[in-house]
């Protein structure tokens, strides 16, 4: 698309682009200063960028989230063992506390009783199909395949 078929206007609660004929027209939450906004076209792709600066813009403290002051991670000890017993942490390398879990309610699947020999039962339930009696009136059609 050539550029003069391209057309922007940026006023202070709005900006209007017009590519072709056709417009597109945004409302601004905030007044933007007009005078200080510019529109440009990349050549290679051609996007359009347009830079509108807020005309009165709001300066905020940054709102990062207090961390409680904690005492500072050390290095591991090279003396002590690399392998922690699971009870003994209550944080990780960061200093972060751990959560803890009960041993006693932490379950291993056993896949070894999903199917049983027969191939019947599947986790202890019975993979029994019940007989339905057809309807009256029902002819069967042999051209059609079974739904099993």
């Known amino acids: 698309m050539d550029t003069s078929?391209?057309?922007c206007d940026v006023q202070p609660s709005y900006v209007r682009v017009t590519?072709?004929?056709?417009?597109l027209q945004l409302v601004l939450q905030d007044e933007v200063?007009?005078?200080k906004?510019?529109?440009?076209?990349?050549?290679?792709?051609g996007k359009l960028l347009i830079t509108m600066p807020k005309a009165n813009p709001v300066i905020r403290p940054?709102?990062?989230?207090q961390v409680p002051d904690s005492k500072p991670?050390?290095?591991?000890?090279p003396a002590r063992k690399d392998k922690d017993e699971p009870g003994d942490r209550t944080s990780d390398s960061r200093g972060r506390p751990l959560l803890e879990v009960d041993p006693s309610l932490s379950r291993k699947a056993d896949i070894h009783n999903i199917v049983t020999a027969e191939g019947s039962k599947v986790a202890?339930?019975?993979?029994?199909v019940e007989e339905v009696a057809p309807s009256e009136g029902f002819v069967d059609d042999p051209d059609v395949p079974p739904l099993i």
Do not use: E, F, I
């Open 33 to 35: 200063a007009a005078d």
């Open 62 to 65: 940054s709102s990062k989230p």
């Open 19 to 23: 590519m072709k004929g056709k417009v």
């Open 73 to 77: 991670v050390s290095k591991r000890n």
């Open 37 to 45: 906004s510019s529109a440009k076209r990349s050549q290679t792709t």
């Open 5 to 7: 078929l391209l057309d």
């Open 124 to 128: 202890g339930r019975s993979r029994a």
